[in-house]
Structures are given as structure tokens and as C-alpha cells.
């Protein structure tokens, strides 16, 4: 079993940034983001590898986004710049024993508690 924590969440301004973090208890597994704003589906965010090495993201957050990791410490990170009140979301640490990480919500074995992200214009 692996737990996953999140921290980092908050309330910016628009084009402002964020950095998120989520400590795993677990080790080897393919970790990454999703989201999920008020009345809408969770949609996938960002995903890397367990090396590091190999990283993909949404098209909503490319350019903008930046997931990386730090194994020592068993921490994902989500770097978040140039914030839109659109990326207003609850964010979810998501985790699974084999990459790629499916980007489809019920291909996920573990979730985060989730932290709250608010974008103000």
C-alpha cells in the first residue's frame, strides 16, 4: 500500500505561481497530477516516470507546468507558473506501479487527499 500526501495549494493571483508536493510512502511507481474544478470530471495534469527521465503533460498546461521529482526524499513535485483563474482546481497526486501513467481516472491505483488551488482574475 502506498499513501500520498499533498501540500502546497493556496490562493494567487492570476499569472502568478505555485509549487506543489506530494510525499510518497511507496517506491518505484509512476507518479503525476490530476485535476478537478467544481461541477466537472477529473481530467490528468502531468506524469513522470520513476527515474525522472521521462515526463508528459495536457495540452491545457504545457509550457506552464513542470512535474519533476526528488526520490530521496520519495517527493513529486508540480511547478505551476503563469496561473490562470481556468486552473482553479482541487489537485490530486496520483500514483500507479507501471508507466506511462494512464491518463484516464479509473486506470488510477492511488490517489492524494487532493489540495486546493484558487486562481483569482
Known amino acids: 500500500q502506498i499513501q500520498l500526501v499533498e501540500s502546497g495549494g493556496g490562493l494567487v493571483q492570476a499569472g502568478g505561481s505555485l509549487r506543489l508536493s506530494c510525499a510518497a510512502s511507496?517506491?518505484?511507481?509512476?507518479m503525476g497530477w490530476f485535476r478537478q474544478a467544481p461541477g466537472k470530471e477529473r481530467e490528468f495534469v502531468a506524469a513522470?516516470?520513476?527515474?525522472?527521465?521521462?515526463?508528459y503533460y495536457s495540452d491545457s498546461v504545457k509550457g506552464r507546468f513542470t512535474i519533476s521529482r526528488d526520490n530521496a526524499k520519495n517527493t513529486v513535485y508540480l511547478q505551476m507558473n503563469s496561473l490562470k483563474p481556468e486552473d482553479t482546481a482541487v489537485y490530486y497526486c496520483?500514483?500507479?506501479?507501471?508507466?506511462?501513467?494512464?491518463?484516464?481516472?479509473?486506470?488510477?491505483?492511488?490517489w492524494g487527499q487532493g489540495t486546493q488551488v484558487t486562481v483569482s482574475s
Open positions: 513522470i516516470n520513476w527515474s525522472g527521465g521521462s515526463t
Open positions: 511507496g517506491r518505484r511507481y509512476a
Open positions: 496520483a500514483a500507479d506501479p507501471v508507466f506511462p501513467l494512464p491518463t484516464v481516472v479509473n486506470g488510477i491505483d492511488y
